[in-house]
């Protein structure tokens, strides 16, 4: 093979790879730091400050802390389960990264094309759909395998709520889909800004949907049935400790930021800035005089983390559901708020395509 | 091939949500709760037996650490009881200066259950928020006498001390802000739609079950029994004042705490009025040196925090007790845990938990 396909096809996307975990494994230790930080400021506390400037440095630290704890393993546990529950649950969660766009604009390094994103596939969505509904899985097995009754009931109603809210999950992005006519990451970008507006205003049904049931697959409060520290101790991880608890705990930073990420994509134009269409605002791409695909990065991070801080500011205000309460939402309030919004949103379509 | 069983549960003695060592055996059906059974006894440090080996000044302290939340209310029990076995006038600046350091710690105690109660149900914000106001009630118990927990604030005959200065303006300040602090709580629950489906028609008991298994304190007014011994029997100087017995109709759990608040605007009522009316002159009378009650038996309650708290204490004319039992509220409203379980899923147990308001130190003795 010739050197510039190698370095094309093998090279650059295994650096692409290594820079995206890389990032988002600091940006999801920066959230844990976010959550403490943001509570900490609707709490009326002061949130870590003690390592570094204003606690800066404490993912760090945490992480050391983490790693240097005694990993206790149950005496009567599935060891073999035990183990490879949270790495299963971590594998999904960084996997649904690879097909996310962070900047519309590719840039050259050394005479190579480089894309702001690890690959483009035309399913790009339906991959994540189907990646994400895996970290079930580690849940599940993480409990079952503790052998002890409170993590067995964690990961029951965890499997049970990943299920019920997998399906109007899938449905509220439909919406965007039918708008885009593609279920490319990147197309789905591009249609919003064809069509001059982010798929937010004419498909608002289908974000309060999808959010909420993002809220739940990421089992964040009000939906955190299956930690529920009130009710069942912690829920699926009570058996864990040091770095595999850290991974379950990673996972669901991570997770937060793809659900975040996907809303962005799907509802919130992506890298456009706002109002994309509008020549007078292009001011707003103001890192393009470094390189046009930063400011795409920009405006997708800054997103992003509007949502992250929603995801947190709703877990400072929110009681927790019960469990009936919450499947009662998911079936008989989300599901067919969602599945009408699919069929309206195609019947419009129909109307005007004719 | 296929069979159900019923899984049991310990929730406790050390649980997040039990409110201390509390143990609680639940047999469930899934989710569903089929059988539910305290057991207790895990704090129990025989304080009624090591009483009796103690002159009656000593024992306040060992009052206040029975029930560390409301430590106040029991030790003022535990002092009326004395001075009533003994036939001890207080002052009447020393009856205000009770009354005001005993509503103080309702709120404070009722400040600590809602704060946590929230947390069993999920609401973390609330929990900081009212443990910003006990903070300031601590510092005034701190300022009046040393101690912020337990803080043995009563002598037999009246008071530690008098009011230091500034403190009376301090706790105006403080019954000023409280009902703009209340509000702020309410903002955050009392229209939240999870919060009112997590706690309306969760943990019912009706008026006649009720009495019949004994509750007292809010879990009782809570289905609508019109019983507080503040009014009942009063005792201090809780019949100068003006206030009201808020009361609920359905006896569910959301009715419970909308009692607790309304009885910590009450409390702040009293209070106000305590310190406008605060009489003059002595805050301790006349007490013997050696307390030496007569050969008698007396049996005496209050309205603490948690409810009907009550003392007896039989005397063999010694300067110690010959028999020393109280009579707590937390163990008696514990005992209708099952009853009111009845049907509730696992989430509801420590809401249900949470809205008796016990403390187990109370409840173990």
């Given amino acids: 093979m010739d050197s510039r396909l190698l370095i094309e096809n093998v090279v650059i996307p295994a650096i692409k790879v290594a820079v995206v975990l890389g990032v988002m494994s600091g940006a999801v230790a920066y959230t844990t730091l976010l959550e403490r930080k943001v509570l900490g400021f609707i709490q009326l506390r002061l949130a870590p400050r003690r390592v570094g400037f204003h606690g800066i440095l404490q993912p760090i630290a945490d992480g050391i802390k983490l790693l240097l704890k005694e990993d206790i393993i149950p005496d009567q546990a599935d060891r073999v389960l035990f183990i490879l529950a949270p790495v299963i649950s971590i ?261 005007r395509h004719g | 091939m296929f069979h159900t069983e019923i899984l049991e549960v310990n929730m406790g003695p050390q649980h997040p949500a039990t409110h201390g060592v509390l143990r609680v055996i639940l047999g469930l059906d899934g989710e569903t709760v089929v059988q539910c059974k305290p057991v207790i006894g895990y704090l129990h440090r025989g304080v009624e037996k090591l009483a009796e080996h103690k002159l009656y000044v000593m024992i306040p302290p060992l009052c206040d650490r029975l029930d560390y939340v409301g430590s106040a209310s029991q030790n003022l029990g535990y002092i009326q009881a004395v001075e009533k076995l003994c036939g001890i006038q207080v002052p009447e600046r020393g009856q205000y200066i009770r009354v005001i350091l005993a509503e103080l710690n309702r709120i404070s105690s009722h400040l600590v259950w809602l704060g946590t109660h929230g947390l069993d149900i999920g609401a973390m914000t609330v929990f900081f928020y009212t443990f910003r106001e006990r903070e300031m009630i601590l510092d005034l118990f701190e300022a009046f006498c040393g101690a912020r927990l337990t803080t043995n604030m009563f002598r037999i005959g009246g008071t530690l001390e008098d009011f230091p200065p500034g403190w009376i303006e301090g706790t105006r300040r403080f019954v000023d802000l409280l009902p703009s602090r209340i509000k702020e709580y309410e903002g955050l629950l009392s229209t939240n739609r999870i919060w009112l489906e997590r706690t309306k028609g969760v943990g019912v008991i009706s008026a006649e079950d009720a009495t019949n298994w004994g509750l007292t304190g809010p879990p009782l007014r809570g289905s609508g029994v019109n019983y507080d011994v503040r009014k009942a029997m009063p005792y201090a100087a809780y019949d100068r004042f003006e206030f009201e017995v808020p009361l609920g109709t359905h006896g569910d759990t959301y009715d419970r705490y909308l009692i607790r608040m309304e009885e910590m605007r009450q409390s702040a009522r009293i209070i106000r009025q305590a310190l406008d009316g605060l009489p003059g002159g002595d805050f301790r009378g006349k007490v013997p040196k050696k307390i030496k009650p007569p050969i008698a038996e007396i049996y005496h309650v209050i309205e603490g925090p948690r409810g009907e708290q009550g003392f007896y204490i039989k005397s063999d004319g010694t300067e110690k007790p010959y028999r020393m039992r109280f009579k707590s509220p937390s163990f008696v409203n514990l005992q209708a845990l099952p009853a009111l379980s009845n049907g509730a899923l696992v989430a509801d147990i420590v809401a249900i938990i949470g809205t008796l308001d016990i403390v187990l130190g109370d409840a173990d003795r």
Avoid: H
Wanted: proline share 5%.
């Fill in chain 1, 91 to 351: 594998i999904p969660a960084f996997a649904a990264l690879a097909v996310i766009p962070f900047a519309g604009r590719s840039f050259s390094v050394m005479g190579y094309e480089i894309t702001p994103w690890i690959t483009d596939v035309n399913i790009g969505i339906l991959y994540i759909l189907s990646i994400s509904s895996l970290g079930v899985y580690g849940i599940m097995l993480g409990g079952w395998a503790s052998n002890s009754k409170y993590p067995l009931l964690g990961s029951l109603r965890s499997a049970a709520q990943m299920v019920s809210y997998e399906v109007p999950l899938g449905l509220a992005i439909i919406g965007p889909l039918l708008l885009a006519g593609t279920a490319s990451m990147t197309g789905i970008v591009r249609a919003q800004e064809t069509q001059g507006m982010w798929f937010f205003f004419p498909q608002i049904v289908a974000l309060f949907c999808y959010f909420i049931s993002g809220v739940a697959e990421t089992n964040r409060i009000p939906f955190d049935l299956p930690e529920a520290e009130a009710e069942l101790v912690a829920g699926y991880f009570t058996e864990y400790s040091g770095m595999k608890f850290a991974f379950f705990y990673l996972a669901e930073y991570t997770n937060m930021i793809v659900v975040s990420s996907i809303a962005t994509t799907l509802f919130f134009g992506g890298w456009l800035r706002p109002f994309p269409n509008v020549q007078a605002l292009s001011f707003l791409n103001f890192l393009d005089f470094i390189n046009p695909a930063l400011s795409g990065v920009f405006w997708f991070a800054f997103k992003v983390f509007m949502f992250l801080y929603l995801y947190i500011w709703i877990r400072g205000t929110f009681p927790r559901y019960r469990y009936d309460q919450l499947m009662n939402l998911g079936w008989k309030w989300l599901l067919p708020l969602s599945l009408a919004n699919v069929v309206v949103t195609a019947f419009i379509l129909a109307l």
